[in-house]
């Protein structure tokens, strides 16, 4: 079955370090990856996301490329910001256009 | 574009007690819904998704029951709900091929 692993959190980093968090997957064939961000308060936003093999999604200095070779698709930022702080949801669409997520991962930046 | 509307934001419900989230969709017709719920130290489990009005289907067996009296309201409920029915609930759209747009949320807590 399509199934995400994520990276458990949470998460701690000071300003302007370096943010990794690994999400590997488990499908059928090449789905469409995602990731997703939920700020305090609010719900799931998209972040960036991939739609075949070595696509690169980035957005708002997130970066995340798909690999096909090591069903994974890494979420990387060279310099976080404390409005940075939010839970990180890796997702996979299935072929029925669901998504499965992964547990999502807690990050917080101190000043 | 999409925009969900999820209320209430927050609820704090009694075991046993009934339960009745709504949630309504705007600047689409016919979108696929979905329930999701983000129990709490996991990912997000689809509960039930609906293509149609009067159209329910269900992920996993659980204590709720989900309804569509109108293209563009979801609603989920339960009649006696459990102390494992607290988590996080999203309501999520899906427009044709495009992508998803989640609402804001709802977090209830089952004492």
């Known amino acids: 079955g399509n199934s995400v692993t994520q990276m458990e959190g949470p998460v701690t980093l000071s300003e302007e370090a370096f943010l990794t968090i690994n999400c590997t997957y488990t499908?059928?064939?090449?789905?469409?990856l995602f990731w997703y961000v939920q700020y305090p308060g609010e719900g799931l936003q998209l972040l960036l996301k991939a739609t075949k093999a070595d696509d690169k999604g980035s957005n708002k200095g997130f970066e995340a490329t798909y690999r096909k070779e090591t069903t994974s698709f890494h979420l990387e930022k060279g310099s976080v910001q404390v409005s940075d702080s939010a839970v990180y949801f890796c997702?996979?669409?299935?072929?029925?256009?669901?998504?499965?997520f992964g547990a999502g991962t807690t990050v917080t930046v101190r000043a | 574009s999409q925009t969900i509307h999820q209320w209430p934001a927050t609820l704090v419900q009694p075991v046993g007690s009934p339960l009745s989230l709504e949630c309504t969709v705007e600047?689409?017709?016919?979108?696929?819904l979905y329930w999701y719920r983000q129990a709490a130290g996991r990912g997000l489990q689809l509960l039930f998704y609906s293509v149609g009005i009067g159209q329910i289907s269900s992920e996993v067996p659980q204590n709720l029951s989900a309804s569509r009296p109108q293209d563009r309201q979801f609603i989920l409920s339960s009649k006696k709900l459990l102390l494992s029915d607290s988590g996080f609930y999203l309501c999520?759209?899906?427009?044709?091929?495009?992508?998803?747009?989640f609402g804001s949320g709802t977090r209830l807590t089952v004492v």
């Open positions: 499908a059928t064939g090449y789905p469409s």
């Open positions: 997702a996979l669409r299935r072929d029925d256009y669901k998504l499965s």
């Open positions: 999520a759209s899906l427009q044709g091929l495009g992508g998803y747009t």
């Open positions: 600047g689409t017709s016919n979108p696929n």
